[in-house]
């Protein structure tokens, strides 16, 4: 998994965490929005860019795994994966490391939207974007997804 994206990392806040001293479940969300901040920057879509071309990334849809629990001053560190890609989506996933550990605290998947923002409107990923995209894409296609990946939440069914 040595191709996958690091591009942000956090120190817990003493304001991010509850009464057990635990990361709030709210700031795991802009933990991983700020990893995506970050991911934007490194496709050719950080401020400047933005301002330039009037195009910018809007979160579809998020899905969220907690799987382990991070206290506060800890650092943590989020590995990106790219999952699949077209004209206008990009489809993501993060996991959360405590440190430079390999165990997982947290997971995080997010469907993006190229938006142009003169409409605003759903556009095609700008050319250098889309370049960027297809170079991740070929680092990324052939790895294996974690199991969360693409996990629906729900009850199961009863049985009679």
């Given at each position: 998994?040595?191709?996958?994206?690091?591009?942000?990392?956090?120190?817990?806040?003493?304001?991010w965490?509850?009464?057990?001293?635990h990361?709030?479940?709210?700031?795991?969300?802009?933990?991983?929005?700020?990893?995506?901040?970050?991911?934007?920057?490194?496709?050719?879509?950080?401020?400047?860019q933005?301002?330039?071309?009037?195009?910018?990334?809007?979160t579809?849809?998020?899905?969220?795994?907690?799987?382990?629990?991070?206290?506060?001053?800890?650092?943590?560190?989020?590995?990106?994966?790219?999952?699949?890609?077209?004209?206008?989506?990009?489809?993501?996933f993060?996991?959360?490391?405590?440190?430079?550990?390999?165990?997982?605290?947290?997971?995080?998947?997010?469907m993006?939207?190229?938006i142009?923002?003169?409409?605003?409107?759903?556009?095609?990923?700008?050319?250098?974007v889309?370049?960027?995209?297809?170079?991740?894409?070929?680092?990324?296609?052939?790895?294996?997804?974690?199991?969360?990946?693409?996990?629906?939440?729900?009850?199961?069914?009863?049985?009679?």
């Open positions: 998994m040595s191709k996958l994206l690091i591009l942000h990392r956090a120190v817990v806040q003493p304001g965490v509850d009464y057990n001293n990361l709030n479940d709210g700031y795991y969300t802009v933990i991983f929005s700020d990893a995506t901040t970050a991911l934007m920057a490194h496709i050719g879509l950080g401020p400047e933005r301002a330039a071309t009037h195009h910018t990334i809007f579809l849809e998020m899905h969220t795994n907690y799987l382990l629990e991070v206290k506060g001053g800890v650092e943590v560190r989020i590995d990106t994966q790219f999952l699949g890609h077209d004209a206008k989506r990009l489809h993501i993060h996991t959360m490391h405590r440190g430079n550990e390999a165990e997982i605290v947290a997971t995080n998947e997010q993006l939207l190229s142009d923002m003169s409409g605003p409107k759903a556009a095609p990923w700008l050319p250098d889309l370049a960027r995209i297809g170079a991740i894409w070929q680092d990324h296609k052939d790895l294996p997804r974690h199991k969360n990946a693409g996990r629906a939440i729900g009850l199961p069914a009863k049985k009679d």
